[in-house]
Nanobody, 122 residues
Framework: QVQLVESGGGLVQAGGSLKLSCAASGRTFSYAMGWFRQAPGKEREFVAAIAWSGGSTYYADSVKGRFTISRHNAKNTVYLQMNSLKPEDTAVYYC????????????????WGQGTQVTVSS
């Protein structure tokens, strides 16, 4: 089992920045990790993912160039630096551990955090 706890969400004005953290505990932190988000009335969508080594990263087109995913394996923590935030980035953000399958699909992740709210005001 892997336990994931997100933090760092909050309210920010458009154009601002936030940095989300995801702390992992439990089994060895050897998974690729992803961030997803879900806005009210919408399906959960892929945001970004990073390989266990940190050597490969993946981004949704909507956040490419604005968000950066990183990880510190010694601290069992994954980060999502979000810059140039837009009102449409408002959502609950979840981190998840990838276990099998397409890294951009939420069904490929077996372990999820509880989520952290990000609200971007216009």
């Amino acid at each position: 089992q892997v336990q994931l706890v997100e933090s760092g969400g909050g309210l920010v004005q458009a154009g601002g920045s936030l940095k989300l953290s995801c702390a992992a505990s439990g089994r060895t932190f050897s998974y690729a990790m992803g961030w997803f988000r879900q806005a009210p009335g919408k399906e959960r969508e892929f945001v970004a993912a990073i390989a266990w080594s940190g050597g490969s990263t993946y981004y949704a087109d909507s956040v490419k160039g604005r968000f950066t995913i990183s990880r510190h394996n010694a601290k069992n923590t994954v980060y999502l630096q979000m810059n140039s935030l837009k009102p449409e980035d408002t959502a609950v953000y979840y981190c998840a551990a990838h276990t099998n399958g397409d890294i951009g699909v939420d069904g490929s992740y077996d372990y999820w955090g509880q989520g952290t709210q990000v609200t971007v005001s216009s």
